[in-house]
């Protein structure tokens, strides 16, 4: 079992930047890929990143080059850099585990944080 917390969500203008954090509970976090995902009004929950147990990275193309996902594993912790902020970034983000090597899909993911709001003004 898993237990995930995110923390550093906010409001921002357009061009800023936010770090987003994930605490998890358990000892075998290093077992975990970890991902961010983020739900906006009135759409779907879409993949924003991902991170392995081994550290490799995995981005949708939409943040590729604004934000960095990063982990250590002596803190159970995995965080969101996001740079460059848009409007279009507005969302709920959801920092989700999965013991499987890596998944953009939503459904491979089997614990959920509560999610944190970002808010960025034009």
């Known amino acids: 079992q898993v237990q995930l917390e995110e923390s550093g969500g906010g409001l921002v203008q357009a061009g800023g930047s936010l770090r987003l954090s994930c605490l998890a509970s358990?000892?075998?976090?290093?077992?975990?890929?970890m991902a961010w995902f983020r739900q906006a009004p009135g759409k779907e929950r879409e993949f924003v990143n991902a991170?392995?147990?081994?550290?490799?990275?995995y981005y949708t193309d939409s943040v590729k080059g604004r934000f960095t996902i990063s982990r250590d594993n002596a803190k159970n912790t995995v965080w969101l850099q996001m740079n460059g902020l848009k409007p279009e970034d507005t969302a709920v983000y959801y920092c989700?585990?999965?013991?499987?090597?890596?998944?953009?899909?939503?459904?491979?993911?089997?614990?959920w944080g509560q999610g944190t709001q970002v808010t960025v003004s034009s």
């Open positions: 358990g000892r075998t976090f290093e077992n975990y890929a």
């Open positions: 989700a585990a999965t013991r499987r090597l890596y998944s953009d899909n939503s459904g491979a993911y089997d614990y």
């Open positions: 991170i392995s147990r081994y550290g490799t990275t």
